[in-house]
């Protein structure tokens, strides 16, 4: 399935516009879901106000999209290349993240907060996957030239796939500073994974999937106890194990993201994503 107006083009711009045209789309819509988080906070719980704030801001992407900017984005589970080669690491990161929520249910067994949890997820996972491995990297990838066209393309959009959880800094979920400053490091990495899959895939469906499942065991936990596992501030010890922790956990998924789109993969890429490359 491809969201696609015909045969209206993808915007032409400099890499120097492009890349100021989508740090301003990115900041617009940090902006404005810190607005609607502390808006819908006044007059509902937490609960309904994050899935309304991602609600909206799923039919935000895609107007903006299809009105403005014009990327093809494709969700077709079928895949480009050797899928097992390109997502083993985020499918495992599906079983792990899954498990995780699978354990937590049994142990909590509230159904509803794990219904809304699934919903939370997947609302997430479409948006952020959309916003940021479609309409973001396809743009990059469009308007950037020259031999390392492919790997800055999946560096800037990571970067500012980073930055946009710099809202939590401001908006009401709770979340405390180091830990924020630590999510948008690990968002940084997990992010040049998600781009490398998209790319090598053609498609947006088995990040999102990979997306979702990562932040299923979170949100449930934040639905059924009420509480934000990164509202918690960190004495030194503890800052330096997260420190060392998340660098071991994510600089290897930078680390082989970067690998998947290697200069003899490139080839490859061109061929799953004619319409961004072309």
């Not at 998600?194 to 979170?218: E, I, Q, Y």
């Amino acid at each position: 399935m491809k969201f696609v107006l015909g045969d209206v083009a993808m915007k032409k711009w400099s890499a120097g516009q492009t890349i100021s045209i989508l740090t301003g789309i990115t900041v617009a819509m940090m902006i404005g879901l810190i607005v609607l988080r502390r808006l819908f906070g006044q007059f509902m719980d937490k609960t309904a106000w994050e899935l309304s704030v991602e609600l909206i801001a799923v039919i935000a992407i895609v107007v903006i999209n299809k009105y403005w900017l014009h990327v093809p984005l494709s969700y077709r589970w079928q895949t480009h290349g050797l899928f097992w080669n390109v997502c083993w690491l985020g499918l495992l990161l599906v079983f792990i993240n899954g498990g995780v929520f699978i354990g937590s249910y049994f142990v909590n067994t509230k159904f509803v907060p794990g219904i809304e949890a699934v919903v939370m997820s997947l609302l997430v996972g479409f948006y952020e996957e959309s916003f940021f491995r479609g309409i973001i990297l396809g743009q990059l990838v469009h308007n950037f030239k020259g031999r390392y066209r492919i790997v800055n393309a999946v560096l800037v959009s990571s970067v500012l796939f980073g930055l946009m959880h710099a809202g939590h800094f401001f908006d009401n979920f709770g979340q405390s500073g180091i830990n924020t400053t630590l999510q948008i490091g690990y968002a940084i990495c997990l992010g040049v994974y998600f781009s490398a899959v998209t790319l090598r895939t053609g498609s947006l469906f088995w990040t999102m999937v990979m997306h979702a499942t990562f932040d299923l065991p979170s949100f449930y936990l934040e639905f059924a106890e009420h509480a934000n596992i990164l509202s918690g501030s960190m004495p030194g010890e503890e800052l330096v194990f997260s420190l060392i922790s998340d660098a071991v956990h994510y600089l290897p998924v930078l680390l082989i993201g970067l690998w998947l789109v290697r200069k003899s993969q490139l080839a490859e890429i061109h061929h799953a994503n004619q319409a961004w490359v072309n």
